[in-house]
């Protein structure tokens, strides 16, 4: 079963990616948009927290994606403090990948790869009560399954430069 950290850090994703992709400007327009429609369709919920490997039963997919979003719930929590964070240290985050992605602009970058990043600077620079290691393997992980063949080395080159100019590591 997929643990509630990790849900969380796919739903915080999903959140980034469709703020991104809809040009929102705060994280309370991204985040109410995407709550309510995420909490009441399961297919959305199976597509995004269904693992294909994973034999896990629908409905303990759906019971985990209820308990993620349960308000006041500590997941649904970690969700809005990831996208939080990242809305109000945009800038800041996007220096620090920009500094530490050699010849990759921000925006030639796809926007998955572009927001697991974000969220993972976010977690390195402004979150030091989580493990750095912790935070480099989740986002790889993501990268792995929502992004391209390619992703998790380019998503790993890049937080591995920023965990060290930090000093996460």
């Known amino acids: 079963m997929i643990s509630a950290r990790r849900a969380a850090r796919e739903v915080a994703l999903a959140v980034l990616f ?7 400007d705060t994280a309370d327009e991204a985040l109410a948009a995407f709550h309510d429609k995420l909490r009441d369709d399961d297919e959305v919920i199976l597509a995004l ?3 294909d490997d994973e034999t896990e039963s629908k409905g303990g997919t759906i ?3 209820r308990r993620l979003l349960a308000d ?5 929590a970690f969700v809005e403090r990831l996208v939080r964070g990242v809305f109000a240290h945009y800038g800041a985050i996007d220096d620090l990948i920009q500094r530490c992605s050699q010849n990759w602009k921000l925006a030639r970058m796809n926007r998955v790869d572009r927001n697991i990043l974000r969220m993972a600077a976010f977690e390195l620079a402004f979150e030091s009560d989580v493990p750095g290691r ?3 393997n989740e986002a790889i992980e993501l990268a ?3 992004g ?3 992703s998790g080395k380019f998503v790993n080159g ?3 430069r920023i965990a060290q100019d930090l000093e996460r590591v």
């Open 49 to 51: 927290l269904a693992d």
């Open 72 to 76: 006041g719930g500590q997941p649904w």
């Open 144 to 146: 792995k399954r929502f």
């Open 158 to 160: 890049i937080l591995d």
């Open 148 to 150: 391209t063949e390619d």
């Open 134 to 136: 912790a935070t480099l």
């Open 18 to 24: 469709a703020a991104d992709a809809a040009r929102l």
């Open 63 to 65: 019971k985990t994606a």
